[in-house]
């Protein structure tokens, strides 16, 4: 689309006129890199970010979203896109999520109403891989733990049996979703020396391929032989709760588990009990169960990391999650169907 400062002074005003019409309003959710909306105003839109640089509540984002008849919305995973709040923006036929999972939106609603909904997959695959990995080093090796043990003035020497951790070359990797993210990470383990085993409703050949991961039919059967368990499922009924009572009495007691995906894949008070009876070792969570809160319990136990969603949280994935964003309301606006429409 041209952009109408240049255009408007060489080609006149009745060019004008037409890049004015195909001119649209976005509404940003929350502030977020500018890459995204550098492109939107290139493209020669207007844009709107929301001036609170934290989540809307939802009365805030209803109130935002029927100021004016916006083209598109921008929205974060903490917003809650329901038909209500698509009937809030009628004009909205976007709702561009600013993230790879999706379900903070209803795609049913959004079907009914034509309304695209659109993610940012693939640019942040590496930092989520990445953040896991530091979490599975982190988890095996103590190191958050060592690190409070030495703040707190505990450390008076070197012991043979201080804060033993587990090696991990050698033990095995059981990945529970084995899309993008979950065959990067199989493939750092790989060559860390650890054995990869998944399980997923599909398989993936790729991934045996490139690490000589072990397909299993069944969560429970890589549950029971992994040393370390990591999650990259989406949130779907059909993952809610997959990590119950009852799997995670099937784990090793001395397995760690790692949650990078979604936090209801894991039923957070079951996981506390686990943890408080040694059922597992230790767990390390990115995401949690009714974020940002967390479980009774789960913050008090030594032999649990958590992170704030923040597995995504690097420069370079922000950003590119920001472009993508913007390529997706560029198209849509264009009437082109964007590269990550779910609807
Ligand atoms: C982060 O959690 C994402 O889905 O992008
Ligand atoms: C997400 O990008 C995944 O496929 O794991």
């Not at 006129?17 to 502030?31: E, F, G, N, Q």
């Not at 959004?110 to 942040?124: K, S």
């Not at 391929?209 to 999650?231: G, I, P, R, W, Y």
């Amino acid at each position: 689309m041209p952009d109408s400062e240049y255009i408007i002074p060489q080609l006149g005003s009745l060019f004008a006129i037409v890049t004015l019409s195909t001119m649209a309003h976005i509404y940003v959710t929350r502030k977020i890199p500018e890459e995204g909306i550098v492109l939107l105003k290139e493209a020669g839109h207007t844009v709107s970010v929301s001036k609170k640089d934290e989540v809307l509540t939802r009365e805030e984002l209803l109130s935002a979203l029927k100021k004016e008849p916006y083209d598109a919305v921008l929205c974060t995973l903490n917003n809650t896109i329901d038909s209500e709040v698509m009937d809030a923006v009628p004009t909205a036929k976007i709702f561009a999520n600013y993230a790879v999972g999706y379900d903070n939106i209803d795609l049913d609603a959004a079907r009914e109403r034509g309304v695209t909904v659109t993610n940012t997959p693939g640019v942040l695959t590496d930092a989520v891989a990445e953040h896991t990995v530091a979490l599975m080093f982190a988890l095996a090796r103590r190191v958050p733990e060592s690190d409070r043990f030495v703040r707190a003035g505990k450390y008076t020497g070197w012991g043979p049996m201080l804060l033993l951790g587990t090696q991990l070359k050698g033990s095995t990797l059981g990945l529970l979703g084995a899309g993008r993210i979950g065959t990067r990470v199989a493939e750092i383990a790989s060559c860390l020396g650890m054995q990869v085993i998944y399980y997923d409703v599909k398989r993936n050949e790729i991934l045996e391929k490139n690490t000589n991961a072990v397909f299993h039919d069944t969560a429970e059967s890589v549950l029971q032989s992994a040393d370390v368990v990591s999650v990259h499922v989406p949130l779907l009924d059909s993952t809610r709760h997959l990590l119950n009572a009852e799997r995670l009495a099937l784990m090793k007691k001395t397995a760690l588990l790692i949650n990078t995906s979604r936090g209801p894949v894991v039923d957070e008070v079951a996981l506390v009990g686990a943890l408080q009876e040694g059922g597992i070792r230790g767990a390390a969570l990115d995401v949690f169960e009714h974020e940002p809160a967390l479980a009774p319990g789960l913050a008090e136990l030594e032999n649990v990391i958590l992170t704030p969603h923040t597995a995504s949280a690097t420069e370079e994935a922000r950003g590119a999650m920001s472009r993508i964003a913007a390529e997706n309301i560029i198209a849509h606006l264009n009437g082109e169907k964007p590269e990550n429409s779910i609807t």
